[in-house]
């Protein structure tokens, strides 16, 4: 495979809709699977480095592009769910996203030390089991960091605590604990306590993950249906 259908095959998985995280997902799933077919012993090592060369090339083409700026869309109110358990802060934002109940969320989860008893030691992640979750709902997330690069760099708040996306699911401190709350036109709804608050009920803001609703196929004939 050759440098160039590299790239086509990585546009062509990747889709409309690019963020920085489905590139270089899409990217690596392309690249090691062309590197796989090359490791054999009938492969020289000359074949080898001139495959890594191009999966270098391909990436750093690939993650220059910019990306389209996300559809607007107009996200419905946000109904409150209050967390059931010590550690369902993370079920308990999905839910107000999709606008359904703690449990419907929950139970969709495998089984984690959650179910072993109430006030377990672990929940879910945010940047990874949210977002992989809402992804699979119509919803593609994007999360910014107060850390910048390998280097981990703290910014200043003002350099990037700000909404970005139609709702976001941000993670704070809350009583020296991580915690997760939905933030939108400047309200946080926090799972553990009812009532609206703001970024500076917080000892601190560790990320931020905005999500954009994306219409569904089924959803765009409807809508072009009623319009007609």
């Known amino acids: 495979m050759k440098k160039e259908e590299i790239i086509k095959e990585i546009r062509k998985r990747v889709g409309t809709y690019r ?11 392309v690249m090691k699977e062309h590197y796989s077919s090359l490791s054999t012993p009938s492969n020289s090592l000359t074949e080898t480095t001139k495959a890594v060369k191009a999966f270098g090339e391909a990436a750093k083409r690939i993650t220059s592009i910019k990306s389209p700026p996300p559809p607007k869309v107009s996200e419905g109110d946000i109904g409150y769910v209050k967390q059931e358990q010590k ?29 072993k008893e109430l006030g377990a030691e ?35 708040p003002k350099e990037w605590i700000k909404e970005f996306a139609p709702l976001h699911i941000i993670s704070v401190v809350l009583n020296g ?29 560790e990320s931020i993950t905005g999500f954009w609703k994306l219409a569904l196929p089924q959803e ?6 009623e319009t007609e």
């Open 87 to 115: 550690y369902g802060c993370g079920f308990s934002c999905i839910a107000m996203i999709l606008n359904t109940d703690y449990w419907t969320v929950k139970n969709e989860f495998p089984k984690t030390r959650l179910d």
């Open 177 to 205: 604990h991580s915690h997760a709350c939905v933030w939108k036109d400047g309200i946080i709804y926090d799972p553990f306590r009812e009532g609206e608050y703001t970024i500076d009920d917080y000892e601190k803001i």
């Open 19 to 29: 963020t920085q995280d489905v590139i270089m997902k899409h990217s690596m799933d």
């Open 220 to 225: 765009k004939e409807q809508t072009e249906g």
């Open 122 to 156: 672990s929940g879910i992640s945010v940047d990874f089991d949210a977002k992989s979750y809402l992804y699979q709902k119509g919803y593609i997330g994007y999360t910014v960091y107060e850390t910048l690069g390998y280097l981990q760099k703290k910014r200043e």
